[in-house]
Structures are given as structure tokens and as C-alpha cells.
């Protein structure tokens, strides 16, 4: 069993950065391929980015694509979201999701998810 919680979230201008962090528990962390899923009021849950189990392949949304980065510490069991250049689009509550998968921008290839963080970007 894998828990995951998210934070870093907040109310940021357009233009701004936000980092979003994911603390898991569990000791098998470090196998898992990492998501990022985000979900606006009133829309369905969209892929974000995603990162292999031991930090290789990423995989971005091409609307985040060159503003959004993702990483991760296994050592820390954490998985990060570094967002610049936010837009008003960009607008949701962020979700991180674990897996054993290599199908990763697919929501339901994952197992575990967290309670979400909100991000806000004014215009």
C-alpha cells in the first residue's frame, strides 16, 4: 500500500511558478512510475506529466510542455512538479498518481492517487 500526499499548492499571478511536491510512504516507491493528473471545476481529469520509476523517460501534455518540469527523489520518496509560465488554463486541482505502468499518461494505469493540492493562477 502506497500513500501519497501532495502540497505546494496556492494562488499565484499569471506569469508566476508554483513547485508542487508528492511525499509517498511505503518502500516501494522507487518502482513505481509518477503522474500528474490536474482537473478543472466542471471537466474530466487530464494528464499532466509523468516520470519513470527510476527518473529516466518524462512525459509532458503538450500544453505544458517547456513550462512544466517533473522529477523525482527516491531517496526521499517524493516526486516534484516545478510549473513556470503559469496561465489561467493552468487553473485546477493537481493530483499525483503512482504506479507500476509504462502506459503513464493514462489515469486508470495507476494505482494509487492523492487527495489533490489546488492551484490558482489570476490574471
Known amino acids: 500500500q502506497v500513500q501519497l500526499v501532495e502540497s505546494g499548492g496556492g494562488l499565484v499571478q499569471a506569469g508566476g511558478s508554483l513547485k508542487l511536491s508528492c511525499a509517498a510512504s511505503g518502500r516501494t516507491f522507487s518502482s513505481y512510475a509518477m503522474g500528474w493528473f490536474r482537473q478543472a471545476p466542471g471537466k474530466e481529469r487530464n494528464f499532466v506529466a509523468a516520470i519513470s520509476w527510476n527518473g529516466g523517460p518524462t512525459y509532458y501534455a503538450d500544453s505544458v510542455k517547456g513550462r512544466f518540469t517533473i522529477s523525482r527523489n527516491n531517496a526521499k520518496n517524493t516526486v516534484y512538479l516545478q510549473m513556470n509560465s503559469l496561465k489561467p488554463e493552468d487553473t485546477a486541482v493537481y493530483y499525483c498518481?503512482?504506479?507500476?505502468?509504462?502506459?503513464?499518461?493514462?489515469?486508470?494505469?495507476?494505482?494509487?492517487w492523492g487527495q489533490g493540492t489546488q492551484v490558482t493562477v489570476s490574471s
Open positions: 498518481a503512482g504506479g507500476r505502468t509504462a502506459d503513464m499518461s493514462k489515469s486508470r494505469a495507476y494505482d494509487y
